[in-house]
């Protein structure tokens, strides 16, 4: 979860209202960003978010052990959680990591990240660790994560092709990339709550590909029925 760049179980920025598009769309037809909502100057208590973010109503909280399990992380990865938010998943990556793993959760919104540094204190989870991202850079090194988790963020990017370039070269070799995403559709085409996403699945995966990915997997995940997951692997570079 992240913000501007990001989402709102992790999430807050800037998006335009597309129509759902299938596969033939596209890769480079990008939509003019809406400036992100404003927090506001104050310096507001990060924890309030926890009373909108990590609340029944939202899937992805009623959802995340469900999500945790199709997302099938592995004892000893690295975890990059963009778009961390409140931290809910960085968290629950930290426990599936152990000890051996590293969890980064990365949001362009300050006060999250504190927040996620004060929970993870709270926890003693010593393996999570706070990165200021930015709008067109995830801020980490090549060949430093095992698995980048984007949930509820990427219909916020601004500049799609240069952030999910970092994402590329962040991943190690067979590395996999996991996005949930809104479920976009005719029968929401007109529906003012979606009116910050794109596009809608296929469009998403076409997109993905052509930034140098594969389609691994669609998995069904139960509780989710506004959302949709899908999970993509590094691609080989051409030779």
Not at 16 to 35: Q, S
Not at 198 to 221: H, Q, S, T, W
């Amino acid at each position: 979860m992240m913000t501007g760049l990001i989402r709102g179980a992790g999430a807050v920025a800037a998006a335009l209202a597309l129509a759902a598009c299938g596969r033939d769309r596209a890769a480079t037809d990008l939509a003019d960003p809406l400036p992100p909502p404003a927090y506001g100057e104050e310096a507001a208590n990060p924890e309030v978010f926890l009373d909108t973010m990590e609340v029944g109503s939202r899937e992805l909280y009623a959802a995340r052990n469900a999500v945790l399990a199709a997302a099938k992380i592995e004892p000893g990865e690295r975890i990059a959680d963009i778009g961390a938010g409140t931290g809910l998943y960085s968290l629950m990556f930290s426990a599936a990591v152990g000890a051996e793993g590293v969890v980064y959760a990365i949001d362009i919104e300050p006060r999250f990240l504190k927040l996620i540094g004060q929970r993870a204190a709270d926890l003693d989870a010593g393996n999570v660790v706070t990165v200021l991202g930015r709008d067109r850079d995830i801020t980490l090194p090549p060949n430093s994560v095992d698995v980048v988790f984007i949930a509820d963020t990427y219909h916020y990017f601004t500049d799609r092709p240069a952030i999910m370039a970092t994402v590329r070269d962040a991943l190690s070799d067979g590395g996999r990339l996991i996005i949930l995403d809104y479920t976009l559709d005719e029968t929401h085409k007109d529906d003012t709550r979606r009116a910050h996403v794109r596009f809608g699945k296929a469009g998403l995966i076409n997109e993905i590909e052509a930034f140098g990915f594969k389609l691994a997997e669609e998995p069904d995940v139960a509780g989710l029925n506004e959302i949709y997951m899908v999970v993509f692997e590094k691609a080989a570079p051409a030779e």
